[in-house]
């Protein structure tokens, strides 16, 4: 069994920067990759960021030159920074994890999530 909590959401402005954390627990979960998506009202879960616990990352094309994710394996931690910030950005961001590598975009493939986090980019 594996739990994911999300922290770090909130409110900023267009052009802000956050930073939104995923700690995890469970059994060797250095071994689950770690992945960020984001539901926005009214639309499909989409797929943002995902991290190996060999730290390679993955990106959606629509985010790549703004978001970064990373990993601090000793935390047990993922991250995702998000910059330049959109009113577009608004949405619920969750973390998830799963225990086979492949394919990382699919949300279908994740076994475990958070409960999510609220960002929302307003001015």
Do not use: H
Not at 53 to 59: I, K, R, S
Not at 64 to 89: C, G, H, I, Q, W
Request: charged share 20%; glycine share 8%; aromatic share 10%.
């Amino acid at each position: 069994q594996v739990q994911l909590v999300e922290s770090g959401g909130e409110s900023v402005r267009p052009g802000g920067s956050l930073r939104l954390s995923c700690a995890a627990s469970g059994r060797n979960i250095n071994d689950y990759v770690l992945g960020w998506f984001r539901q926005a009202p009214g639309k499909e879960r989409e797929f943002l960021a995902a991290i190996t616990g060999g730290l390679t990352p993955y990106y959606a094309d629509s985010v790549l030159d703004r978001f970064t994710v990373s990993r601090v394996n000793a935390k047990n931690t993922a991250y995702l920074r998000m910059d330049n910030l959109k009113p577009e950005d608004t949405a619920v961001y969750y973390c998830a994890a799963k225990s086979v590598s492949l394919p990382v975009r699919s949300s279908s493939s994740y076994d475990y999530w958070g409960q999510g986090t609220q960002v929302t980019v307003s001015s």
